[in-house]
């Protein structure tokens, strides 16, 4: 029995698993990138959310994903030599790498807490800074050292206070950190002392020479020229939030944030370069020379600049406009609608998609085939368009309505629906070419329509301030409200049915509903999350996908909101979590048959698998009300669970990192309760999970 418990506890956390769900768009990877650091002019590495580290051989010309081994987000990257680089990121996460990023090693930090800069000063010595706060009560900052190529690491510092982003050194004895004061070493880090005393600050630090240094925060760059004894102030933008500056020599930096910003005057006066495509937010700066230079950001935006930041050039491939829709006509043929009048299509399975003209740019909602050449597609705006050729050409149809419409819905070739987020329904009988309106007065909004034949469907709406379940029996005509027995007042986005009685209703807050009556009764399943849950598709009537995103995100930036994919192989009795590989929203789900399937969202995001999603991430839960409470919270030495249930049965409680890794676990047995010694565990964020017969509660906890 002890095996067996341990089994489950462990597999309540994410397992990293790799290769299940691929990234097909945008290209190289969608996630957030943070650091950017090239060897050479031609080998450059970036990495970012969700474990992603991507690498260019060819100076940012292409780019290859390679496997880190984690889900953590990565925050900073630094190589010693062509071969030997680290990254370090959430969870006290430290990689390291000695074949130039083709395999990664998870190194011991001794810590949990979030790693955000890196530094080298020779092959061996390294320093890493980091820490965290939440809500500002709690705060942690971090110094760890290495002197043997990061086999072991020495805890510097570690004080209740603000984080440090950022570390630099001039020489092996020199260095600067920087967060919400500076800090400096001149001893290899043994002492540290505040240069500041928080009068200056930043998220980045630089240093063109042994005196000559430069500090960033938001809109302000701090400057020295005495080796951080005094600063001077400059403005480079009071409206930006700079993250990264570099130099290239003693007069000429560039600084990144909301903009990109550049000084040849050594930083007194900075100039916004208006000439740079348009990007996200960008996150870190790097040049290989005077004129060469890359820039990296959230939605895995990639700039290279070869003039000396006149002009960037955009090197992620691919559209990232949000992906709403998607629809295969068979295993080869697929098409994606979005944002922006955004309509993509694939003949190759994917492996390449190509952008078609759509004559709109309008939000478009939800796309369908009724034959290998003939789509329809709806929009906002009372859009639909409409092809004959397979994508070649789209046509605008008259709809009658200025409504957006959010879904369509065809049972055979020649009737369809489409539903209004204001309450109106569409039909039409002759293929799409003429549609007539029949609007529902009781209902202010229609939010999803699925048909089992022409005249039996079914939406889902808006009415007396309550979401509810509509059904019609004559086509359209008319429509009776059902009762969807949850008690829950949430959003309910989409509705699907695998036959004539057996279908499906996602909602916000982790609803999913089934019935198996045609509709008549409603039974909430466990879905393990209390996420928006967006698209459903089943492969058969057994084996069922849905998709969706976390929405509770931390108190700090962590790993703890990735998108949602949860699998059933029992007919939605019961749902597992299959693993993430990003943070984004997914927006709609699509198998072409039991093995592949397809996934769009956020920011072009398509993410594609062929074995059924891979690996499951957790065992299979069931949520429960939340009963338990932890305190003191943060914690030094020892926690107290308790709860005002009645427990006659056994408790397990186990104790995690953000990476995932199993720390503690104890049994109680009959205890309302419980008192854990927490003394071993490093400062830093942790996952507690409670479980019960009655189910499992996650609670965070805060070392200090």
């Given at each position: 029995?002890?095996?067996?418990?341990?089994?489950?506890?462990?597999?309540?956390v994410?397992a990293v698993?790799?290769?299940?769900w691929?990234w097909?768009?945008?290209l190289?990877k969608?996630?957030d990138?943070h650091?950017?650091?090239f060897?050479d002019?031609?080998?450059?590495?970036s990495?970012?959310?969700?474990?992603t580290i991507i690498?260019?051989?060819?100076?940012?010309?292409?780019w290859?994903n390679?496997?880190?081994g984690?889900t953590?987000?990565?925050?900073?990257v630094?190589?010693t030599n062509?071969k030997?680089?680290?990254?370090?990121?959430?969870?006290?996460?430290?990689?390291?790498t000695?074949d130039?990023?083709t395999?990664?090693?998870?190194?011991?930090?001794?810590?949990?807490?979030?790693?955000?800069s890196?530094?080298f000063t020779?092959?061996n010595?390294?320093?890493v800074?980091?820490?965290?706060y939440?809500?500002?009560?709690s705060?942690?900052?971090i110094?760890l050292?290495?002197s043997?190529g990061?086999?072991?690491?020495?805890e510097l510092?570690?004080?209740?206070?603000s984080?440090?982003y950022?570390?630099?050194f001039?020489d092996?004895?020199t260095?600067?950190?920087?967060?919400?004061t500076?800090l400096?070493?001149i001893?290899g880090g043994?002492n540290w002392?505040d240069?500041?005393?928080?009068k200056?600050?930043g998220?980045?630090?630089?240093?063109?020479?042994?005196?000559?240094g430069y500090v960033?925060?938001?809109?302000?760059?701090?400057k020295?020229v005495?080796?951080?004894?005094?600063?001077?102030?400059?403005?480079?933008d009071?409206?930006s939030?700079?993250?990264?500056?570099?130099?290239t020599?003693?007069?000429?930096?560039?600084?990144?944030?909301s903009?990109?910003?550049?000084?040849?005057?050594g930083?007194?006066?900075w100039?916004q370069?208006?000439?740079?495509i348009?990007a996200?937010?960008l996150?870190s700066?790097?040049f290989?020379?005077?004129?060469t230079g890359?820039?990296v950001?959230?939605?895995g935006?990639i700039?290279?600049?070869?003039d000396?930041?006149?002009?960037?050039t955009?090197?992620l491939r691919?559209?990232?406009?949000?992906?709403?829709?998607?629809?295969?006509t068979?295993?080869?043929t697929?098409y994606?609608?979005?944002d922006?009048?955004t309509?993509l299509?694939?003949?190759d399975?994917?492996?390449?998609?190509?952008?078609?003209?759509?004559?709109?740019?309008v939000?478009?909602?939800?796309i369908?085939f009724?034959?290998?050449?003939t789509g329809?597609?709806?929009?906002n705006n009372g859009?639909?368009?409409?092809?004959?050729?397979?994508g070649?050409s789209?046509?605008?149809i008259?709809?009658?309505?200025?409504?957006d419409l959010?879904s369509?819905?065809f049972?055979d070739k020649n009737?369809?629906?489409a539903v209004?987020n204001?309450g109106?329904?569409?039909?039409?009988?002759?293929?799409?070419v003429?549609?007539n309106a029949?609007p529902l007065?009781s209902?202010n909004?229609l939010?999803?329509?699925?048909?089992t034949?022409?005249?039996?469907g079914?939406s889902l709406?808006?009415?007396?301030?309550?979401?509810t379940?509509l059904?019609?029996v004559?086509?359209?005509?008319s429509?009776?409200?059902?009762?969807?027995g949850?008690?829950?007042?949430?959003?309910?986005n989409?509705?699907?049915?695998?036959d004539a009685n057996t279908?499906?209703?996602?909602?916000?807050c982790g609803?999913?509903?089934?019935?198996?009556d045609?509709?008549?009764?409603?039974?909430?399943?466990?879905?393990g999350?209390?996420?928006?849950?967006?698209?459903?598709?089943?492969?058969?009537a057994n084996?069922?996908y849905?998709?969706?995103r976390y929405?509770y995100?931390?108190?700090?930036?962590?790993?703890l909101?990735p998108?949602?994919?949860?699998k059933?192989t029992?007919?939605?009795?019961?749902?597992t979590?299959?693993?993430a590989v990003?943070?984004l929203h997914l927006n709609?789900?699509?198998?072409?048959?039991?093995?592949?399937?397809y996934?769009?969202?956020e920011?072009?995001?398509i993410?594609?698998t062929?074995?059924?999603?891979?690996?499951?991430s957790?065992?299979?839960?069931?949520?429960?009300?939340?009963?338990?409470?932890?305190?003191p919270?943060?914690?030094t030495?020892?926690?107290?669970i308790?709860?005002?249930?009645?427990?006659?049965?056994?408790?397990?409680?186990?104790?995690?990192?953000m990476?995932?890794?199993?720390l503690?676990?104890?049994?109680?047995?009959?205890?309302?309760l419980i008192e854990?010694?927490?003394?071993?565990?490093?400062?830093?964020?942790?996952?507690?999970?409670?479980?019960?017969?009655?189910?499992i509660?996650t609670k965070?906890l805060?070392?200090q």
């Amino acid at each position: 029995m002890k095996k067996l418990t341990l089994f489950i506890c462990l597999t309540l956390v994410s397992a990293v698993a790799f290769a299940q769900w691929t990234w097909q768009n945008p290209l190289p990877k969608g996630n957030d990138l943070h650091s950017v650091y090239f060897i050479d002019a031609s080998t450059g590495y970036s990495v970012g959310k969700f474990g992603t580290i991507i690498r260019t051989l060819d100076g940012g010309t292409n780019w290859t994903n390679l496997q880190s081994g984690t889900t953590a987000w990565l925050h900073s990257v630094y190589f010693t030599n062509t071969k030997t680089g680290y990254v370090t990121g959430d969870g006290g996460t430290i990689l390291k790498t000695t074949d130039g990023g083709t395999n990664w090693t998870a190194l011991k930090s001794g810590t949990t807490v979030p790693l955000n800069s890196v530094y080298f000063t020779d092959a061996n010595t390294g320093y890493v800074v980091g820490g965290f706060y939440i809500l500002w009560v709690s705060y942690i900052r971090i110094i760890l050292k290495t002197s043997d190529g990061g086999a072991t690491w020495t805890e510097l510092l570690n004080e209740n206070t603000s984080p440090l982003y950022s570390v630099f050194f001039t020489d092996a004895n020199t260095g600067y950190a920087a967060g919400n004061t500076i800090l400096k070493t001149i001893d290899g880090g043994n002492n540290w002392t505040d240069i500041t005393n928080g009068k200056y600050y930043g998220k980045s630090v630089h240093f063109t020479d042994a005196n000559t240094g430069y500090v960033s925060w938001e809109g302000t760059n701090f400057k020295t020229v005495d080796g951080g004894k005094t600063w001077s102030e400059f403005t480079i933008d009071p409206s930006s939030l700079i993250k990264s500056v570099y130099f290239t020599d003693a007069k000429t930096g560039y600084a990144v944030g909301s903009n990109i910003y550049k000084t040849i005057d050594g930083g007194t006066t900075w100039t916004q370069l208006s000439s740079r495509i348009d990007a996200p937010h960008l996150n870190s700066v790097y040049f290989t020379d005077a004129n060469t230079g890359f820039a990296v950001g959230n939605a895995g935006t990639i700039l290279k600049t070869t003039d000396g930041g006149i002009t960037w050039t955009g090197l992620l491939r691919g559209t990232t406009a949000w992906l709403n829709s998607v629809y295969f006509t068979d295993t080869s043929t697929g098409y994606v609608a979005g944002d922006n009048g955004t309509i993509l299509k694939t003949a190759d399975s994917g492996t390449t998609w190509a952008e078609l003209a759509s004559g709109t740019t309008v939000t478009l909602n939800s796309i369908c085939f009724i034959g290998a050449d003939t789509g329809i597609v709806a929009g906002n705006n009372g859009t639909i368009l409409k092809t004959l050729n397979a994508g070649t050409s789209w046509n605008a149809i008259s709809s009658g309505t200025t409504e957006d419409l959010v879904s369509v819905s065809f049972p055979d070739k020649n009737t369809g629906y489409a539903v209004c987020n204001q309450g109106t329904i569409l039909k039409t009988t002759n293929r799409g070419v003429t549609w007539n309106a029949f609007p529902l007065e009781s209902a202010n909004c229609l939010l999803s329509v699925y048909f089992t034949n022409v005249n039996t469907g079914y939406s889902l709406g808006c009415m007396h301030g309550m979401y509810t379940i509509l059904k019609t029996v004559d086509g359209g005509i008319s429509w009776t409200a059902i009762s969807s027995g949850s008690d829950k007042y949430c959003r309910l986005n989409t509705i699907y049915f695998t036959d004539a009685n057996t279908g499906y209703v996602l909602g916000d807050c982790g609803i999913i509903l089934k019935t198996v009556d045609g509709g008549a009764t409603w039974t909430a399943t466990p879905s393990g999350t209390d996420s928006w849950l967006k698209s459903v598709y089943f492969t058969n009537a057994n084996t069922g996908y849905v998709v969706g995103r976390y929405v509770y995100g931390c108190l700090m930036e962590c790993p703890l909101n990735p998108s949602i994919i949860l699998k059933t192989t029992n007919a939605g009795e019961s749902w597992t979590s299959l693993t993430a590989v990003s943070a984004l929203h997914l927006n709609s789900v699509y198998f072409t048959d039991t093995n592949t399937g397809y996934i769009v969202g956020e920011n072009g995001i398509i993410l594609k698998t062929t074995n059924g999603g891979g690996w499951v991430s957790a065992a299979k839960t069931q949520t429960m009300e939340s009963t338990f409470t932890i305190y003191p919270n943060p914690a030094t030495n020892k926690i107290t669970i308790s709860t005002h249930s009645n427990l006659h049965e056994e408790t397990l409680v186990c104790i995690y990192n953000m990476n995932g890794a199993l720390l503690q676990q104890e049994k109680f047995q009959s205890q309302n309760l419980i008192e854990l010694d927490v003394s071993a565990l490093a400062k830093g964020l942790y996952l507690v999970k409670i479980q019960t017969n009655k189910g499992i509660e996650t609670k965070k906890l805060v070392v200090q």
